[in-house]
């Protein structure tokens, strides 16, 4: 009678740090490493033939309890900057590097073709999979964003 009971609590036991495990290595697979931010489907595409540069798309939403302000990128070896496509009055529209922005806490920014964007140049021979990047912040650790490098078409 003992040992059944034995048995059952140490099958119990067993269960919990299974599933303690399982759980702990879900909430580690996320696209972003931050706890502060959750950073979603972040890509860019090869350069046109002849071109040098090329733009990356993402989406980055505050999970945290304060505003983030985002004071760059960093891609050590490639050459990126956070650019910002408006239109004015007159319908032109005119691309501009963004110094900083702040995301709100709760808010997002989705970095869209003829909005946000991040503007690569060195890429033209690039043959990786995946190019790391970190955003740079004003106040805490950088960022981290792993960018999926596709082919066009």
């Known amino acids: 009678m003992e040992e059944n009971k034995l048995k059952k609590i140490m099958n119990n036991a067993l269960r919990y740090v299974f599933l303690s495990f399982f759980i702990f290595f879900l909430t580690n697979c996320s696209e972003s490493q931050s706890t502060e931010v959750i950073i979603k489907d972040p890509h860019l595409y090869v350069p046109l033939e002849g071109s040098t540069m090329t733009s990356g798309y993402l989406s980055i939403k505050n999970i945290s309890g304060k505003a983030i302000e985002i004071n760059g990128i960093d891609c050590l070896q490639i050459r990126a900057e956070i650019h910002e496509t ?44 995946h190019l790391k990047c970190n955003f740079i912040v004003t106040d805490g650790d950088p960022i981290e964003i792993n960018f999926l490098v596709q082919e066009r078409g």
Request: no cysteine.
């Open 86 to 129: 408006t239109m004015n009055a007159q319908g032109t529209m005119k691309m501009k590097k963004v110094d900083s922005f702040l995301l709100k806490s709760g808010t997002s920014s989705i970095f869209v073709p003829g909005g946000k964007h991040v503007m690569f140049w060195g890429l033209n021979n690039y043959d990786n999979e």
